[in-house]
Every structure is written in structure tokens, then in C-alpha cells.
């Protein structure tokens, strides 16, 4: 049985969007939290807005450091790459039509 990678570095959150998931019923102010693992992952965890915690009823994503390298590219698009990574952790964005992401939830699920 393989080790579980350990966390290795915290690298950042996405900013703040409202999103819709099945585990909530409501809007909630969503954002991405990205954790290096030691295996040279990335962990993509959805963290509360509004109180900073992670919310428990969403599954993290792992991505490969391939995977986390083709992540969107402009270091100024914060709303992309945060509907990037909510999408990715099942979220959806009201107001962003699904054809404006990139294929990357279909590259993670292969």
C-alpha cells in the first residue's frame, strides 16, 4: 500500500466567489485553499468564505504537478483561476457559462 503524501507547503487560496454545490443548497462564498504535498502534488481544498474553515461535505481534488502546471496561465486573471479550481472541487459559478473553463476537470477526471 502506497504512503499518503504528507503536506509539505502551503501555497496560497483563490479569491472569494459565490458558488452552488449539491452539498449546499444555498450560495456560499467559496474559495480555493492549494497545498504542495510531499509527493509533489497539489491539493485543491474548498474552504468557507465567511469563516476561513474547510468545508467538510467537499471532497479535496489532488492534481498531479503536471496537472497543476497547465493550470490557467495569466497572473492576473484571479476570477479565472478561482472558477478554475471551485469547478474543479465541484462548485459551480452562477454567471460563468461552463464553455468559458478550460478542459482541466475532464484532464483531472482521466
Known amino acids: 500500500m502506497a504512503k ?15 458558488a452552488l454545490t449539491k452539498a449546499h443548497p444555498r450560495p456560499v462564498l467559496a474559495k480555493a485553499e492549494f497545498t504542495l504535498m510531499s509527493d509533489g502534488s497539489v491539493r485543491l481544498n474548498a474552504i468557507n468564505g465567511h469563516t476561513g474553515g474547510e468545508m467538510g461535505r ?18 492576473y486573471d484571479y476570477a479565472g483561476k478561482a472558477v478554475w479550481a ?20 475532464a484532464f483531472v477526471a482521466a
Open 58 to 75: 467537499i471532497r479535496h481534488v489532488f492534481l498531479s504537478a503536471d496537472q497543476w502546471s497547465e493550470r490557467p496561465a495569466d497572473p
Open 4 to 18: 499518503k503524501p504528507k503536506v509539505q507547503e502551503f501555497i496560497g487560496y483563490s479569491v472569494g466567489l459565490l
Open 86 to 105: 471551485l469547478r474543479l472541487l465541484g462548485f459551480e459559478v452562477p454567471g460563468v457559462p461552463s464553455e468559458q473553463t478550460s478542459d482541466m476537470a
